[in-house]
């Protein structure tokens, strides 16, 4: 059994559509994860094969959850709020206080796909296949959960999603093998809120209540240097900033990072930072040069490689 399998990635779509080869899913507000069962251990990675138990811990041990020895299982790690919903913000307030509360059902695991079970590996198996597995191993359990699937039907399941608020949705053709580390066709992802991935190259400080942290300067990479796409100034309250300051301090720097220099209105009172800090954020769209609009800080991005952050554009 392989120590980890890159994982699938989708491709940003513009609109829903019906279709009875494929299935459609809920986008989880969350962290990928795959999961490693080796006997009684579960190893957990990032999608760029980082340890994920550093943010989560070991809630997945033991593997009871599972009926099967060995396996990889590939999900989201979600935090739900009151109402039952995925709340990013709540799953960032609780992977910092992980270590204090210790709390078993502070995490949920949202899986979706099976890639290896005892032995053998699926990632040849049809995703119908695959799918079939998956529900037949896993036990009832607090701690993970089965993404549930509709066939067909994605306009409805687009608009389902809509109204409860969540991100967005995602469609596969269920006859389509896994294809690690490929961003594929047969996976899309419809968002209903804009996001975006985006790099930390500098900051700038506010005015008034404000005046330690005013704005994130971001980037996305395009042909292997970083280009700079705007602000990211709302989304903040006196934690959060307190919490980016933290992050920032050990990656200032002497001199910009993007390949071309920022405006010159921008650049005159900016702070340089080395670009390893990943962030999300969700906007209103890009302009007509390639920056962000309405942009508001949304948490941290773990385990992003920074080198990977493009701009995604539906297709």
């Known amino acids: 059994m392989p120590t980890f399998i890159p994982p699938m990635l989708a491709t940003l779509v513009a609109a829903p559509f019906d279709d009875p080869d494929w299935q459609f899913e809920i986008k989880w507000d969350g962290f990928r994860v795959e999961a490693v069962v080796d006997n009684q251990e579960v190893r957990l990675w990032t999608r760029g094969q980082q340890d994920a138990a550093r943010y989560f811990g070991a809630f997945l041990e033991p593997p009871a959850w599972i009926s099967a020895r060995h396996a990889i299982v590939d999900g989201e790690v979600i935090a739900l709020d009151d109402r039952g919903e995925p709340d990013f913000a709540l799953l960032q307030e609780r992977i910092k206080g992980r270590g204090a509360s210790g709390a078993a059902n502070s995490f949920v695991y949202e899986v979706f796909d099976l890639l290896h079970l005892d032995g053998g590996s699926l990632l040849d198996d049809p995703l119908v296949e695959r799918r079939r597995l998956l529900k037949a191993v896993l036990r009832a359990d607090p701690r993970v959960r089965l993404s549930e699937d509709i066939t067909g039907e994605g306009l409805a399941f687009f608009e389902a999603a809509r109204v409860r608020g969540l991100e967005g949705i995602m469609a596969k053709d269920r006859r389509a093998p896994y294809l690690p580390g490929k961003r594929a066709l047969t996976w899309q992802k419809i968002k209903i809120r804009p996001e975006q991935e985006l790099v930390v190259g500098g900051w700038t400080r506010g005015t008034g209540k404000a005046v330690d942290l005013g704005a994130l300067l971001v980037g996305v990479y395009e042909d292997g240097a970083l280009r700079y796409a705007g602000k990211v100034g709302a989304g903040f309250n006196t934690a959060i900033r307190q919490e980016l300051l933290a992050a920032i301090a050990p990656l200032a720097a002497d001199g910009s990072p993007y390949a071309a220099p920022p405006p010159r209105a921008v650049s005159r009172?900016?702070?340089?930072?080395?670009?390893?800090?990943?962030?999300?954020?969700?906007?209103?769209?890009?302009?007509?040069?390639?920056?962000?609009?309405?942009?508001?800080?949304?948490?941290?991005?773990?385990?992003?490689?920074?080198?990977?952050?493009?701009?995604?554009?539906?297709r």
């Open 269 to 314: 009172n900016a702070l340089w930072l080395r670009p390893e800090l990943v962030i999300r954020a969700e906007f209103a769209g890009w302009t007509g040069d390639g920056l962000v609009r309405q942009a508001a800080y949304k948490g941290f991005d773990l385990g992003k490689d920074p080198k990977a952050v493009r701009r995604e554009v539906a």
